[in-house]
């Protein structure tokens, strides 16, 4: 089965690197109000790219110990949910707390949008994040956005 692991892999960096650059959406309004804080676009990327990179490179570490030996379904499940889903959502947070350029609010608003879902949608069925690509749509937005450390 060594394209399932090859599979489970994949998945689970796809999942870490197409979150991980998905800017900011809270529904409270404490976030919306850091939503104007004043950071550049170029600012903003290169943060949020630093952060990707570090969660990303703590993700690959555990995924060349974990999913090295062929595993089981449920040890990738495993892996997703305890490893990949919380370095996401940690991403995440770490990119929110960013802000967001002014004018690009419609555009990191539906990056974000796109990633939550995915993210709650893992969260439901560990195992779809091994079998597709969740995060495909939120990827393609974070590559448009320059995020490519976040969805190379």
């Keep these: 089965m060594k394209s399932f692991k090859v599979g489970a892999c994949s998945a689970a960096l796809v999942i870490a690197l197409a979150v991980a650059g998905c800017g900011s959406s809270d529904d409270d309004s404490s976030s919306d109000d850091s939503s104007t804080t004043e950071i550049t676009k170029t600012d903003f990327v290169t943060q949020a790219n ?28 495993d892996f997703i949910t305890t490893t990949v889903i919380p370095q996401v959502e940690t991403q995440l947070s770490g990119i929110r707390e960013l802000g967001v350029p ?51």
């Design 102 to 152: 002014e004018g690009d609010e419609d555009q990191v608003n539906a990056l974000l949008d796109e990633a939550d879902s995915a993210v709650e949608a893992v969260k439901e069925d560990p195992a779809a994040a091994a079998s597709g690509d969740p995060f495909a749509e939120a990827n393609k937005l974070a590559t448009e956005y320059g995020l490519t450390e976040c969805a190379s």
């Design 50 to 77: 630093a952060i990707c990179k570090s969660s990303n490179d703590a993700i690959n570490s555990a995924a060349g110990k974990v999913l090295s030996n062929q595993p089981s379904q449920a040890e990738t499940e």
